[in-house]
Structure formats: C-alpha cells, structure tokens
C-alpha cells in the first residue's frame, strides 16, 4: 500500500470517528407531556353523578411516533427524528395519563378514572377509546392532532367523533414544541368532558 492509498483510507475513517465522537458529547434532553389547567368554567362545579366512572382506552397511536425520538414535521409525507431530543418514556402512556388527567381537571371531582388496562374489580360506567392519527408538528410552527374518539356506556354509543386541533409553537426549541402538543391534548380532554358531562 503506497503513501497516497493510505491517505485516501485514513481520511474517511478519521472523518466517521470525528463526527462520532462529537455526536457523543452532547447530552441527550428527555421530554413529557404536561396537564394544561382550564382557565374558562368547566364542570368542576357541578356534583358527580352517582355511579359515574370512566376507563380511558386502549388508546393508540401511529406507528412513527412508537420510537422514543420526538417526530418533527417536514412536510405532509414525510417525519424527522432527533436523536438528542426523546420522549422520557412511552408516548403511548404519557398521552393516555395526561389526557385522562387533563379530562378530569374538567370533571365534577370524586369521579373513578383508571386507564386501560385496569384490573377486574373496575368496571366502569363510561368508556373512552382513542385512535390517534397524527400527533407532531415543527420546530417554530405549528402542532397538529388529529384522533377518532368513541364514549361508551355499556352496550350505547354515547358519542363518537374525529377531532382535530392545531397549535402554534410559542417559540423555536423543542421545549415549545412539547408545550404546544400538550395544550393540543387539552383540547381534546375539553371536548371529551363536554360529551360526558351532557351524556349525564
């Protein structure tokens, strides 16, 4: 192997373990959803109807958001992922929690709520299923979220409806991005409690 052949070898392996080293030193930033507080009148001032209780789920999401990486928006056919920025665990479950959370912060207080699955001795009077079909946005600009919802009371269909949300970012970093996905799962709970309450 002559001088320049060398060259031409070692440069590009020095190049990968550069990039790879510098990729290693920057930290990783973990992300959750947060419950958003209502500031308009809910139904928090109302009493609880007797025998009322609510068992959110399943509730899915799409595939591409299953990763830990936060999904950016590119455009309508194509996502991005972030290695440095992640959810701190399962999307899946912080969504379910932080909605069943944002929906009883709307909710008479003293109402039983577990998410699915729950154990045999719950059994509630109402149930809501989710189906989520779009959960992302960009960095700067905007938030979308999009889901089918069904409220059940045994064997009747309460309600069943496709909402769709759209947030704007209050700035440019992850961290606004996160915020505005959680004001948009906000305005799902808000229209999820407005259909239990006037199921009562």
């Known amino acids: 192997m002559n001088h320049s052949t060398a060259i031409r070898i070692a440069l590009p392996l020095l190049l990968a373990v550069t990039l790879a080293a510098c990729g290693a030193g920057r930290p990783v930033t973990y992300y959750n959803l947060t419950t958003i507080a209502s500031p308009e009148k809910t139904g928090r001032d109302l009493k609880a109807p007797a025998g009322l209780s609510l068992g959110l789920g399943p509730v899915t999401l799409p595939e591409a958001l299953s990763r830990p990486q936060i999904a950016l928006r590119m455009d309508d056919q194509r996502l991005r992922y972030d290695d440095l920025h992640r959810w701190s665990g399962s999307l899946s479950e912080d969504f379910a929690e932080t909605l ?46 999009k889901a089918r919802w069904s409220l059940t009371s045994g064997q009747t269909l309460l309600a069943a409806r496709q909402s769709q949300f759209t947030v704007a970012t209050p700035g440019p970093i992850y961290r606004d991005l996160i915020t505005a996905q959680s004001q948009a799962v906000a305005k799902l709970a808000k229209e999820i409690s407005q259909a239990i309450i006037a199921s009562k």
């Open 100 to 145: 069943l959370e944002d929906i009883m912060a709307r909710l008479p207080p003293g109402i039983p709520a577990l998410v699915f699955p729950w154990q045999g001795h719950f059994s509630p009077s109402h149930r809501l299923i989710v189906t989520v079909i779009r959960f992302d946005g960009a960095l700067g600009g905007k938030v979308t979220l």
